[in-house]
């Protein structure tokens, strides 16, 4: 009796530090399984003539990344992501950030650009059918470098949203009234460390 207390202590403790480890990060996007990849999410993108897709060859890790065609005429274009893909039922993919550290994400430009890249987080509605909220934006200038970079935002520099009831992120170019850019985007993550 003694070794099966003991053996499921020991199992419990294993399954606990498993656990444990497995939510130190929430990974959003890495186009390597049918939950991490663009149909997983629901997205947009703005203005009309920009694009984001799915593409092979380039990622930073693994085999597929984001590929976002940026073309803008009146100093903004912008890409969204939604974990949920807009359902409110979906509660699991309304995400409770609030004991997150940064978001992390893997980036670089196809070409050197000067403009500034915003990120920002989106709070899910309180209600169905209410109004969803976008945090400030996080802003890096000078543009995205040709090499892979890691950008990490730190979550307290969103202070506007409720980040227990986070559900989408976007990208967004601007400082500049015209231009186009191609950026890729990949290992979109939530991290605690």
Do not use: H
């Not at 893997?106 to 915003?118: H, M, P, Q, V």
């Not at 730190?154 to 986070?166: A, C, E, H, N």
Request: hydrophobic fraction near 40%; charged fraction near 25%.
């Amino acid at each position: 009796m003694k070794k099966v207390i003991l053996m499921g202590l020991i199992l419990f403790l294993f399954l606990g530090i498993s656990f444990s480890q497995s939510v130190k990060e929430i990974l959003i996007y890495d186009g390597e399984s049918e939950n991490t990849n663009l149909s997983a999410l629901g997205y947009w993108v703005a203005p009309e003539g920009c694009k984001v897709e799915e593409v092979e060859g380039v990622a930073y890790s693994g085999k597929k990344c984001l590929k976002i065609n940026f073309v803008w005429n009146s100093w903004w274009a912008g890409m969204g992501i939604n974990f949920a893909k807009w359902n409110f039922n979906a509660k699991d993919k309304i995400l409770d950030l609030s004991n997150y550290k940064a978001l992390e994400f893997y980036i670089r430009a196809e070409k050197a650009g000067d403009y500034n890249l915003l990120v920002t987080i989106v709070e899910a509605p309180a209600q169905k059918d209410g109004k969803e909220f976008y945090s400030e934006k996080y802003t890096i200038t000078g543009g995205v470098p040709t090499q892979w970079t890691k950008i990490s935002v730190p979550l307290k520099s969103f202070v506007t949203v409720d980040k227990k009831r986070i559900w989408g992120m976007s990208i967004e170019v601007t400082g500049v009234p015209e231009g186009n850019t191609t950026l890729y985007v990949d290992e979109v993550k939530f991290v605690k460390d």
